[in-house]
Structures are given as structure tokens and as C-alpha cells.
């Protein structure tokens, strides 16, 4: 305790360069902590986005995503009422949605494109959530009267293209699984945006019913499971592929692949900001630990000619580094917490990343973690850098100490 009172005192004696020390070290914790929490915002934002859009598993024939399929359905699940049924069993099952992916031609009568089209039940939009951004209309209902015409939920740039708004009527012609042509007339319930330009060109929703009359099938491509907790997928994974191996049991990070290209970037990124910083920090304590050895050379000697140790001399420099080092994490730590409250009160947001039309918050995400993990990483290099430059000063003989100028 009485070297660690001695250490303090002197980082006070030096105050105005322990200042700025621990202000550099502060700020390279600022850094690093406001770059990590909002690379952790971004990857939490993207694991919940890609699990709510496809499902925390997605269970599929073994060869649906590896084959291209010859025919419509044909790597479709036919018995997926079964499947589902024995899915809700489980409690941590919060819905199991089943879904048919299918692609033709839409029309007006006067213009004809391509479209991407998903027959989904409508119970998807009230389980997923607002996944969609409604511009016109509404989402497919349940309550539909069995005399009217079919629903379809448009895409914002295919609803442009085809020049139709909500109510009027447009004509889907697709392929069954037998090879025929088959084309059904829906009526324009909602117009979406996905903020992803090339989706909203191409694509729509239907129905399940509708889906299945229009490809005349009984099959879905593939069902989507969705868990209470994002936590358990991997848990949930390895239990059902073992019970039954005829499946394929996809997780969502398989799927998520602009999930893993942001995840890889932003890793690269802020991997090399972190360096960065910390070395900024090893050269500036460096720094100020040479200059405090230098100055105290004399003192240095004259605490050696007393009988101190090496060791113990060395010992107090690191202590006073040390001190340095744990004061800027805290204040670090604070600076962080400033910078957090102002981005929430300001409400600033990030422009739309490539790919996209919308822009998100700028938020950062703590975490206590992360925070505790820096501070040491900080706190070494402090230590290192005052072990060497002590090592250094320590090494004259008490004749040169003493007489240094």
C-alpha cells in the first residue's frame, strides 16, 4: 500500500503530462469502445433481421438449396403438416411457418415482367413482426371473403413498373409441377418496400392457398422455424438433425450472407482501428515514462545508494504507469457513456449501406464485457511500456545516476 501511495503521489507531481497521458489513453478507449459497440449493434441488428426475414432454421429437402430444381416443387416437403405439427410441440417453438418459393410473369394486360414470387400464410406478418414497410394498403388477411379475387402484396418497383395501385388487378402466370401454364387474377391488397432496390423490382407475396392452386402442388419449398430466444438456435439445431436425418436443418447464419460480409468487413475495420489505438497509447505512455525516468535519474540514483532494489525501483514506475493506465480506462469508460446519450438524444442516423434506400439508427451497444477486456489490454501496454523504459533508466550505476544533469 505504501508503494502504491508513493506511485500516486508521483503521477500527481507530474501532473500536467499524467494529463494528457491519461486523456490519450482515455480517448483511445473512447475509440475503441464506440467502434466495437457499434460493430456489436450492427451484428445483433443483422443476426435478428436475418432470423426474423428466414427463420431462426429453415427446414428443407436435403437438395433444395445445393440442386437447381428440374421442375417446380420438386425438391418440395410433402408431408409438411406432419412436420409442423411435431415442430409445435416443442415449447420453445414459436411459430412454424411453411412457405413456397416460385417465380413468372405478372401482367396488367398491357405490360408483362418478371416477378420472384413467395406464397406465405398471413399468419407470417403478424408472427415476423412489421418486416415489411407498408407504403400503400395492407398486408395479406385472413378475412378475406371467398367470392373476391385472391390478394397480392407488391413490391414498391414492381408495383411502379406495372403502373398499379392498391385495388386494381393483375394476372399471375406461372408453371405448374406437371409443366402446364397456369395463370390465376389477384387483386393489389398492399404495396411494400424491402429497401433493397433489386428486391423491390421483382418481387411479391401470396397467399399459401393461392400459391398452390397457381403451381397445383401440395408441397411447400420449405418450412421456417422460429425460436423464443435467438440463443437456443445452435442447441435447437443439433437436437433436430439428430432425430431426423432426412431433413436438412438450416440455421440462419448459413443464409444470412450480407450478415457475414458486414460481419468479415467490419472485423478488418475496427481490428485495425484497435491497433491502432493501442499502439498510439504504448508510444504516448512510452513517451511520458522516458521523459519521468530521464528527470528522475538522480532521484533514481539516490534510491538505489539507500539500499532500494532494482526490482522495487523498477516496481514503482510500473505502479505510477499502472495508475495512469486504469485512471484513462474509467474515463474512457464515462467518454463512452457521453457518447452513447448524445447519439440517442441527437437521433442520428447512418446513411443506406450499399444495396439498400434506407438508412438506420446510429446507435452504439455497451458491453460491460468488452469494456472490462480493453481496460486490461490498456492497462498492459502501459505496464510494458513503463517496464521498459524503467529497465532502461535502472540500468546506469549509482556513480552515473548521480551524477547525471
Known amino acids: 500500500m505504501r508503494w502504491l501511495n508513493y506511485a500516486f503521489l508521483n503521477v500527481i507531481r507530474n501532473g500536467r503530462r499524467s494529463f494528457f497521458t491519461i486523456l490519450v489513453t482515455a480517448i483511445a478507449m473512447t475509440a475503441i469502445l464506440v467502434s466495437s459497440g457499434f460493430a456489436l449493434f450492427t451484428y445483433h441488428s443483422l443476426a435478428e433481421k436475418a432470423a426474423r426475414d428466414e427463420g431462426n432454421l429453415t427446414i428443407s429437402h436435403p437438395q433444395f438449396f445445393i440442386d437447381e430444381e428440374d421442375t417446380p416443387m420438386q425438391y418440395g416437403l410433402a408431408n409438411f403438416e406432419d412436420i409442423q405439427h411435431q415442430m409445435m410441440d416443442d415449447d420453445d417453438v414459436k411459430a412454424v411457418l411453411p412457405r413456397i418459393n416460385f417465380n413468372g410473369l405478372i401482367s396488367n394486360g398491357d405490360k408483362t415482367s418478371i416477378f420472384m414470387g413467395l406464397g406465405v400464410e398471413a399468419s407470417e406478418f403478424r408472427v415476423k413482426g412489421p418486416f415489411l414497410n407498408m407504403l400503400e394498403g395492407s398486408a395479406l388477411s385472413t378475412n378475406e371473403s371467398s367470392d373476391s379475387l385472391p390478394q397480392v402484396v407488391l413490391a414498391q418497383g414492381l408495383a411502379r413498373s406495372m403502373k398499379v395501385k392498391v385495388g386494381d388487378f393483375i394476372t399471375l402466370l406461372s408453371t405448374t409441377t406437371d409443366g402446364a401454364l397456369n ?25 399459401l392457398k393461392s400459391a398452390k392452386s397457381l ?119 464515462v467518454f463512452t457513456g457521453i457518447v452513447n446519450w448524445a447519439l440517442l438524444t441527437l437521433g442520428l442516423e447512418m446513411p443506406p449501406p450499399p444495396g439498400s434506400n434506407q438508412g438506420y439508427p446510429l446507435t452504439i451497444e455497451f458491453s460491460w464485457l468488452l469494456a472490462i477486456a480493453t481496460s486490461v489490454i490498456l492497462t498492459l501496454i502501459c505496464i510494458l511500456a513503463a517496464f521498459k523504459s524503467a529497465y532502461q533508466g535502472c540500468s546506469k550505476t549509482i556513480t552515473e545516476a548521480l551524477s547525471h544533469v
Do not use: H
Open 183 to 207: 395463370a390465376f387474377d389477384f387483386t393489389v391488397k398492399g404495396i411494400y418496400t424491402t429497401g433493397v432496390p433489386d428486391l423491390d423490382k421483382r418481387q411479391l407475396y401470396i397467399d
Open 215 to 333: 403451381l397445383n402442388t401440395t408441397k411447400v419449398s420449405s418450412l421456417a422455424v422460429y425460436l423464443f430466444d435467438l440463443n437456443q438456435t445452435e442447441q435447437k439445431l443439433s437436437l433436430y438433425a439428430q432425430k431426423d436425418e432426412s431433413l436438412l436443418f438450416t440455421p440462419w447464419w448459413q443464409r444470412a450472407f450480407y450478415y457475414q460480409s458486414v460481419k468479415d468487413l467490419y472485423n478488418r475495420i475496427f481490428g485495425l482501428l484497435g491497433a491502432l489505438m493501442v499502439l498510439l497509447v504504448f508510444f504516448s505512455i512510452s513517451n511520458t515514462m522516458s521523459m519521468t525516468v530521464t528527470e528522475r535519474t538522480r532521484e533514481i540514483g539516490t534510491i538505489a545508494a539507500m539500499g532500494s532494489y532494482k526490482s522495487e525501483i523498477i516496481r514503482n514506475f510500473v505502479l505510477e504507469a499502472s495508475i495512469i493506465g486504469l485512471i484513462g480506462a474509467v474515463t474512457g469508460v
